[in-house]
């Protein structure tokens, strides 16, 4: 029996985070792919289009005209898929079958009036307006009594359901708090009641003590990928001072975590030489007024591109009815993406 070795042997490696596993089989990277490829089209767009319904001055849908805006510009969402309205109620049967009226709001946030634009494309500076009006939403919305979450996030690409190529992302606030940030709320508690510090902060530190997965770092701020990493160039930024929310942000912070986002963002864009199609999103702690000492703020980047431009990562059969799975190591896809920060 050889020695164990991860870059060869399948292995199931833990996220501390949400308390699940991913499997790894590095081995089948080297397979031939004869699956589905995507269309890669064109990333040419005017710096306005007159049918786009995000461009300044443009008529959105329900017949309300933009503003003429010339950096940041947010809306509520005129399809939102939560509403401020929605009355409190239940429907149950039994013990098996329970549904419950969920109250939230849904924004839409143009990051630049330029249709042409993403955020790697994007100045630092005007990124900064983007992380400031995060910040303001997230606190003002966390103070209304009915919303205990915040989620802030982004789909880029229409490969990830992005609707509209102007570079915009989104906001839902509602009453509860949602599958994911609750895993993590849970998980980050447990470890910072036994070891009264962060579990992110001594991941980070492991990070950088080892220094395979790092993708790009500043005075503030870490984007690497994470050991238990599922999508194949996912990443996830942390903050080097643990704090709860993007609220605690200093000035400086927001500087850092403004440069950070477009340094990783524009490495995406060189993987394939194409504008990087992701889903990304802050997790941060929920706004229910409870001290969540544990939580340590982060984002989390998943891009589905896997062999190319034109190859997309399916989660399906397996990953679908066991766990996820992942071929490229996280160490391998952290080497190619550090490589390409300039």
Same mark, same amino acid.
């Given at each position: 029996?050889s020695t164990f070795d991860l870059t060869e042997h399948p292995h199931r490696r833990y996220n501390p985070l949400t308390g699940e596993w991913v499997l790894v089989s590095p081995h ?78 849904? #924004?839409?946030?143009?990051? $630049?009036?330029?249709?042409? !634009? /993403?955020?790697?494309?994007?100045? %630092? ?92 770092e500043n005075a503030h701020f870490v984007a690497l990928v994470p050991f238990w990493a599922v999508w194949p160039f996912e990443t996830i930024i942390i903050s080097k001072r643990h ?10 912070? #927001?500087?850092?975590?403004? $440069?950070?986002?477009?340094? !990783? /963002?524009?490495?995406?864009?060189? %993987? ?71």
């Amino acid at each position: 029996m050889s020695t164990f070795d991860l870059t060869e042997h399948p292995h199931r490696r833990y996220n501390p985070l949400t308390g699940e596993w991913v499997l790894v089989s590095p081995h089948r990277s080297k397979r031939p792919w004869q699956g589905q490829q995507e269309v890669v089209s064109g990333d040419e767009r005017p710096a306005y289009d007159p049918t786009c319904y995000l461009c300044p001055g443009n008529e959105r849908a329900n017949g309300e005209q933009n503003p003429d805006y010339a950096s940041t510009f947010v809306f509520d969402n005129d399809f939102g898929a939560l509403q401020p309205s929605t009355p409190a109620g239940s429907f149950t049967k039994g013990s098996l079958i329970r549904a419950e009226s969920e109250r939230g709001i849904c #924004k839409v946030i143009c990051f $630049s009036p330029r249709h042409d !634009l /993403t955020l790697p494309d994007m100045d %630092v500076a005007d990124i900064r307006k983007v992380v400031d009006l995060w910040q303001r939403e997230y606190e003002e919305l966390g103070k209304l009594d009915f919303i205990r979450y915040v989620q802030i996030f982004e789909n880029k690409g229409a490969v990830m359901g992005c609707s509209n190529p102007h570079p915009h992302g989104q906001i839902w606030a509602q009453s509860t708090v949602p599958v994911e940030p609750a895993k993590e709320t849970h998980q980050q508690a447990q470890y910072f009641e036994t070891h009264q510090r962060s579990l992110l902060q001594d991941y980070l530190a492991l990070e950088l003590e080892e220094r395979t997965r790092i993708v790009a770092e500043n005075a503030h701020f870490v984007a690497l990928v994470p050991f238990w990493a599922v999508w194949p160039f996912e990443t996830i930024i942390i903050s080097k001072r643990h704090f709860q929310h993007i609220g605690q942000m200093s000035e400086d912070e #927001k500087d850092a975590f403004s $440069s950070i986002l477009k340094v !990783l /963002t524009a490495a995406y864009d060189r %993987v394939f030489q194409v504008s990087f199609p992701y889903s990304s999103g802050i997790h941060q702690s929920p706004t229910d007024g409870q001290e969540y000492p544990g939580w340590h703020f982060h984002m989390h980047f998943y891009p589905p591109l896997l062999r190319s431009a034109s190859v997309k990562k399916f989660m399906v059969g397996y990953e679908m009815l066991g766990n996820p799975q992942r071929d490229i190591t996280p160490e391998a896809a952290a080497g190619l993406l550090s490589n390409l920060v300039r």
